[in-house]
Structure formats: C-alpha cells, structure tokens
C-alpha cells in the first residue's frame, strides 16, 4: 500500500483518491477541511475509544472471576445483580423520559413494514435491497414454498396453471384480508376498473361492488399499457396490476396480472458483519457504492440467462389521485448504513505516531460525507447510521459525540445524524434505557438482533458452565425476557409514533412458509419492522404488516410490566449428563460444519455473507453474528471440557470434506480437506474455536481480518 500525508495522518492512497476525487466534488468542502477534521475525530476520540475496550476487558475479566467463585447466576441471582453494580456493569436507570429526535422520514416514525439488510460490498444486491421497496406478490408466492410445492401444485420447468390458480387464491384471501369489498370476495371478480367518480368497481356474476371502505382507493395509472390501481392499508401500499394481454393477466378471470406489494421501507446497507472489508481496497468498494446510492448513479452489469442485464435505482412510481392531481410515491426503499462499531482498527489511515485508527471513526467521516450526495433517499435531509456492537451507555454516548463531530467537521445541523442503537450486547440490554437515554436527541431505532446477543451471552458467561445447544437456547425465557424488555422500555421512552423498534432476522431464505408462520409474531409484538434476508421474504414479510396494526399492538403492549434483570441474567447451563455422547458429536460437527462454511468463502472470496447448508442441509443465512455463536459454543464447550481439543479438530477436519463436497460446483473455491496446514481458511475457522473463549467479547473480526489480509497476500 502507499501512503499519502494528510494534515498529520498517513492515508492509503486509494482512500484518498475516492475521498478526494468522487466523495468531496459538488459537497462544497475542502480536502483540507475534511482531513483536518478527521485529524480531529483521531485526536480526540481514539484514546477514549481504547478506555472503553480497556473496560470492556476489565469487566469480562472480573465476570469470568465471579462465575468461577459462585458457578452460575442460578446459584445466587441477588448476589450476581449485586456484583454487576459494584463493577459498574449495570448503572442506575434515569427518570423516565420521552425521546426527543426530529426530522425523521415517515418510513421510520408512521410507517410499519420490513426492513432489509444487505452487504453494500456487491453492487447488485444493493440495488436489489433497495429496489424491494415494492415486490411482485405472484413472484413470491409462486417462487417459494409458501405455497405448497408438491403433487398437482409443484412448480416444474413451465408455468404450472394448477400453481397459478393457487396463487391466483392465495392473493384474492390477502385482499379479502385487506382490502375487503362491500360485498362478496375479490375469489368472484370477473373485472376491476376506477369509476369517473374515483371509486373502485369491481366487476362479479352478481353485478358491480365496490370496497367496504372507499377511502382505501389512493389513485390509478392508466398511461403504462395497462391499469395499476393503487390501495392503502395500515399505511402501505398495493398495486394492481389489470393487464388482459398479459401472460398471466390472461388466465385470471379479472385480467389480474399481479399484486405490487409495499415491501422493504427500509434497508439497511451494510459495512459490518455481512462483508469482509479489511484493508483499504475493500473499504474503497464500499463507500464506492454507498456513494452511488446516495447520488442515484450506482449501476452494476451482469449476465443472466445469457444476456446482459444493467440494474438502476428504481424511479419514483406516478400515478393521478383519487383527487385527479398527481401522487408521487418513493420507488426505493429508505436506506440505513450500518458503521462498524467500536472493536477494530484499520491500517487504511495511520496516526501521526503511525498506528491504525479506528475503524468506526473512518467510517463515520466518510459515510456521512458520501451521504452529503443525497438526491434520492431522505426527504428530511437525515443521515442513519446503524451501530452495531455497543456496550452500554457509555459506548451509545461516545458514538453520539463522535456523530456530532463529524457533524461540525462537515457543517451538518446538530442532529442531523441519527442513530440506531443496536441491541446486541448483554451489557446493553441490561442497562437499555441508559442507553436510550445517552442517545435521546438523535435515536431512530432499537433493534433485538438476538444472533450477535446470543453469542455475547455465551461469551459474558463462559466461565458460568456449559452452554446448551443452540436449539435449546432459543427457547430459553432469557430470550423472551430480552425480546420483551427491548420493545417495552422502547414504548416507555416514545418511540411508538417516533423512531422504529425493530426485530431479528430470519435466517432461512429458502423456508417462506416458515416464515409466514413464524415472523407474525415480530408486528404482533409491537415491533415497527423485523429483518429479512431477501426482497422476496420482503414481499411476504409485508403481509403481516397488513394483519396486524403494529400501533394498535403497541396500545395494548404500552402498560404491560417489563421483565427484570433476573430473567434477563436467566440462562441455564447444561446437564452435560444429560446429553447423550452422539448428540454431543452431532451439535459439535454441526457448529464445526457452520463455521467452517461461512468463513471459507470470507477467507478465500471475500464473501461476507452466504447462504451455508447446515448438518441437515438446510440452507441457513451465515455472517459474522451466526459465526460468533457457532465459535462461541465451541469454546464454551472446549473450556468445560464437554469436547476436548482433540474431539474439535477431529470434527473440523470431518466437517472441512463435507464443506469440500458441498461447494464442489465452485469453481472458486479451494478445497480444505488434505490442506489442513496450509488452508489459511481452514486455521481461521480451527482458530475461532479454539481461541474462541479469549477473543475480545468473543468477536471474529480479530481472527478472521488477520486470515483474510493473510489469503489476499498470497493468493494462490
């Protein structure tokens, strides 16, 4: 790498091209302005940065102590909230208060639906991300399991007319749902048309109806070839599309050619757990697509089915109102960028003493410089910025005043800088209303991201004993008590009507009818949004957002007590008695299997989110969160010698020919199995199980950056 002197700081030289030539021009500041003001953020924020981690260590250390003295939190609950007190891990609570954030969009504050995360690293999976602020309704269903895939009903090579006219049944019951009509079921519609009057008639065998509540009808478009009738329910969207010529419209009794469902509102794009970005050139490819999408000119080429395909930024969607004047409706999803959080440091810019600054102030100086392009997303002029991996209220306090740095660095008004706090960390949980409140000018979102949570608590208590099983500890009252305690000190501090509580991800893309079960629960817990892991489960996800009335539920949630820190400190460790040897084996090669899976790709590729089989085969969503987990448990189990060192190598080794097979049709990918002293990707996925139980709060960054820098160096 070369370097280049920038008022005091040493900066590669490819983030000071991007900075300099693409990020600065048109935002009207200076380069010596922004450098001199990153210069600031380092001198006066990484010293404070390094104290917080220095705690943070402090604390782990003083915890693992305890639990060797006491065992578990079970064995004196009192005694352990006790403890936490007198080490500062938990502080006191303020008076109850109301957050104070402005200037949000409607997306954050009125309106309740999915929320996408995607790696911002790819290109094509932004814009994806981005553009499924609204999604084929027939797509979805046909497309996945959430119909039925077998006998008369599988999808096969062609179009399956059976599968359609259970799609066709499957959307007439969501808008009977919905969108109900004054009379019969939209199953009898035989034609849909918008009256002169601006009412929607619906044609059937009885005669014309129209629907229970007229209001419901927001406008039309008949300029596109065919007609697109626009609808409104619980704030969101849907367009119908009547098209008699087209090739499904032809088959549906009302020429219904497709429902365009209101989906992903929001969209987090991501520079932390789903990519691997670990030096400067990485780091360039990122901001260089969040740029694009603040500017509207990110594109990306590519070839599908032969031909060559360009994705855009979705335009805004027209259409003439009920009232006969034009209405405008955004084509893209509100997007979010996620920062890295406290932990890393990056050699992408050196100090004046020639150390690596911290990774999380870069990224706030210059995501936030790239947001100053915005043309296309905000209607309010603010910039959200998720943070991730905070440790309690300190840590909230100190990124809010870097934010307002970073504001004053670039002449932005106070505040302008939202952030998401993350709610992923135990100590965070524990103290969130703290949190909430060291943050109440500019918080837009809390957020249960219950992969990461989890594997910080087997971490906060590796010493306590063994940790159940991943699938057991998902339905420990630890868990329910988190997810409660996040949405109901939310609504205690304002947030129903304000900023967003939102909800974790469903991790299996390829299990829709899981999911529509299942992720109901999310709106019906009182949660604004909840994550999915593609535009399609977006579509679907969007459907609950019209069973349920997410401000109604935080009505009757609003008074319910909040589970206390006992419940919260309630995980049990394991009877390892208990649990039979050949499960013991199983649960190891399966967290083995996980590991290695993921970090193959992000070693080897660069690949920082994929979609791993599991033991079963079972596709599951992998990025760093999952990996923490799978690691953790690992070298939870190693510590309290459930598995010995020599049961985990047996099983990684085992695990690394199954991975092998697995991605066979890769022609990337290099293969683990009879390579396990040479495979880099191999040693850092031995190593995040070894090493598990002292890597800072159990992180993999650590390991994983080290590996990749290491695979990048030598590539062959």
């Not at 104070?100 to 997306?107: A, C, H, K, R, S």
């Not at 805004?316 to 034009?326: A, F, I, K, M, S």
Request: net charge negative.
């Amino acid at each position: 790498m070369t370097y280049v002197e920038r008022i005091g700081l040493r900066v590669d030289g490819l983030i000071a091209d991007f900075v300099e030539r693409e990020a600065l021009p048109g935002t009207g500041i200076g380069a010596s302005l922004f450098w001199d003001g990153l210069a600031g953020l380092v001198r006066d924020f990484a010293a404070r940065n390094r104290d917080l981690l220095a705690i943070r260590d402090r604390m782990q250390s003083q915890i693992d102590d305890w639990h060797r003295a006491n065992g578990p939190v079970a064995n004196d609950p009192v005694g352990y909230e006790t403890f936490l007190r007198q080490i500062g891990y938990l502080v006191p609570e303020p008076d109850d208060f109301v957050i104070e954030t402005e200037g949000l969009d409607p997306e954050i504050s009125t309106t309740c639906g999915p929320q996408l995360v995607v790696p911002v690293s790819n290109a094509r999976y932004a814009l994806n991300a981005a553009n499924a602020r609204w999604g084929s309704l027939y797509d979805a269903l046909y497309g996945t399991d959430a119909i039925a895939r077998d006998g008369d009903l599988a999808p096969g090579r062609g179009y399956n007319p059976r599968r359609g006219a259970a799609v066709f049944a499957a959307a007439a019951e969501f808008l009977d749902q919905a969108f109900p009509l004054a009379l019969g079921s939209h199953r009898e519609a035989t034609g849909y048309s918008v009256s002169d009057e601006g009412t929607l008639v619906v044609d059937t065998l009885d005669g014309q109806v129209g629907l229970a509540d007229p209001g419901q009808l927001r406008g039309y478009a008949d300029d596109r070839g065919h007609l697109a009738i626009l609808l409104r329910h619980n704030g969101l969207h849907v367009e119908l599309v009547i098209d008699p010529s087209h090739p499904v419209g032809k088959d549906h009794p009302a020429h219904l050619a497709d429902a365009i469902i209101e989906a992903a509102l929001t969209t987090i794009q991501d520079c932390e757990d789903s990519v691997a970005a670990v030096d400067a050139e990485d780091k360039v490819g990122v901001y260089r697509n969040w740029l694009g999408l603040m500017n509207g000119t990110l594109e990306e080429t590519f070839e599908k089915g032969g031909k060559s395909l360009t994705r855009r930024l979705n335009a805004d969607r027209r259409y003439t109102g009920v009232d006969g004047r034009p209405l405008t409706l955004k084509g893209r999803a509100l997007l979010l960028v996620r920062n890295v959080g406290h932990l890393m440091t990056t050699k992408a810019v050196l100090d004046p003493s020639g150390q690596p600054i911290g990774e999380g102030l870069m990224d706030a100086a210059i995501t936030v410089l790239c947001a100053l392009s915005d043309k296309v997303n905000s209607t309010t002029g603010a910039v959200y910025i998720v943070k991730p991996k905070m440790h309690g209220p300190d840590e909230v306090a100190f990124a809010c005043e870097v934010f307002g740095a970073v504001e004053t660095m670039l002449g932005l008004r106070p505040n302008t800088i939202k952030i998401g706090i993350m709610d992923e960390e135990r100590r965070t949980s524990a103290n969130l209303k703290a949190c909430i409140h060291a943050a109440r000018n500019r918080v837009f979102f809390i957020n249960t991201g219950f992969l990461d949570r989890t594997g910080d608590e087997i971490h906060t208590s590796m010493q306590a004993g063994p940790v159940l099983r991943k699938d057991d500890v998902k339905s420990e009252k630890w868990i329910q008590a988190y997810e409660d305690r996040n949405v109901l000190i939310g609504l205690a501090a304002g947030f129903s009507g304000r900023a967003q509580i939102g909800k974790g991800m469903w991790a299996r893309p390829d299990d829709m009818a899981a999911m529509m079960r299942a992720k109901i629960g999310h709106p019906s817990a009182g949660a604004n949004t909840a994550w999915v892991p593609s535009p399609t489960a977006a579509t679907l996800h969007a459907l609950h957002y019209h069973q349920v009335d997410v401000f109604e539920a935080q009505k009757r949630r609003h008074n319910q007590p909040t589970p206390g820190l006992a419940e919260l400190f309630s995980m049990p460790v394991l009877d390892v008695s208990r649990l039979p040897r050949d499960q013991t084996t199983r649960e190891l090669e399966n967290n083995a299997q996980g590991i290695l899976g993921y970090v193959v790709r992000w070693i080897d590729q660069g690949v920082g989110c994929s979609k791993v089989p599991d033991i079963n085969d079972v596709g599951l969503m992998e990025d760093r969160a999952t990996c923490r987990i799978s690691s953790q448990a690992v070298a939870n189990w190693l510590t309290h010698g459930v598995v010995s060192a020599s049961d985990v190598r047996a099983a990684f080794e085992k695990m690394a020919a199954v991975v092998d097979e697995q991605n066979a049709g890769d022609p990337l990918y290099r293969q683990m199995a009879g390579h396990f002293d040479t495979s880099v990707a191999y040693q850092a996925a031995l190593d995040l199980a070894l090493k598990g139980a002292t890597e800072p709060s159990g992180y993999t960054e650590p390991i994983l950056h080290a590996a990749r820098e290491r695979a990048k160096a030598s590539p062959e």
